[in-house]
T-cell receptor
Framework: QKEVEQDPGPLSVPEGAIVSLNCTYSNSAFQYFMWYRQYSRKGPELLMYTYSSGNKEDGRFTAQVDKSSKYISLFIRDSQPSDSATYLCAMILTSGTYKYIFGTGTRLKVLA | DAGVTQSPTHLIKTRGQQVTLRCSPKSGHDTVSWYQQALGQGPQFIFQYYEEEERQRGNFPDRFSGHQFPNYSSELNVNALLLGDSALYLC?????????????FGSGTRLTVV
């Protein structure tokens, strides 16, 4: 079993839709949780980070962490064609051996 | 403010050859981590350099080696290239060896081994 699981998609939605992207993980010791956006032929770009459980909002983006369910989500409101990209979740284990693990990424296409 | 710069952007090598990839971290960052990203996969951690030393290493063979220079720039060397080494190689920089608040990534070097 992979430490971090992410549905690869692709996910196609109409412009203006609310998008929900998710990752599950197996190690309850993960403490920092991040979402990166990666456009084709580019490196990942940090979108959001959260520490432990809770919600964090930044403009049209909301990151949610539920440590009891080992589940993290990224919501995109009023999605735009420019949001079309691959979204990678990442999480960090800081106790014991430091680990920085990425999910496989979900490919999102927002249709105009 | 320059972000992370990587060179070259693309590279084609023959199986068995050796390759060197280069990275300059974002201004103000002192730590460089290297990742390999195969097509359709998430980045896989290769190793991290901080204070000119390899601090952590992922599950990659000794054919993968690196170096960090006093100006914080870094090189990734891969010897005896295999077809399976074809991937996007990403350099990520951070301030300090624990990137708890995220990395800044470069655009990567796309390596094709034929």
């Amino acid at each position: 079993q992979k430490e971090v699981e992410q549905d690869p998609g692709p996910l196609s939605v109409p412009e203006g839709a609310i998008v929900s992207l998710n990752c599950t993980y197996s190690n309850s010791a993960f403490q920092y949780f991040m979402w990166y956006r990666q456009y084709s032929r580019k490196g990942p770009e940090l979108l959001m980070y959260t520490y432990s459980s809770g919600n964090k909002e930044d403009g049209r983006f909301t990151a949610q962490v539920d440590k009891s369910s080992k589940y993290i989500s990224l919501f995109i409101r009023d999605s735009q064609p420019s949001d079309s990209a691959t979204y990678l979740c990442a999480m960090i284990l800081t106790s014991g051996t430091y680990k920085y693990i990425f999910g496989t990424g979900t490919r999102l296409k927002v249709l105009a | 403010d320059a972000g992370v710069t990587q060179s070259p952007t693309h590279l084609i090598k023959t199986r068995g050859q050796q390759v060197t990839l280069r990275c300059s971290p974002k201004s103000g960052h002192d730590t460089v981590s290297w990742y390999q990203q195969a097509l359709g996969q998430g980045p896989q951690f290769i190793f991290q350099y901080y204070e000119e030393e390899e601090r952590q290493r992922g599950n990659f063979p000794d054919r993968f080696s690196g170096h960090q220079f006093p100006n914080y720039s870094s090189e990734l060397n891969v010897n005896a290239l295999l077809l399976g080494d074809s991937a996007l190689y990403l350099c990520a920089s951070s301030l300090g060896s624990r990137a708890n608040y995220g990395y800044t990534f470069g655009s990567g070097t796309r390596l094709t081994v034929v």
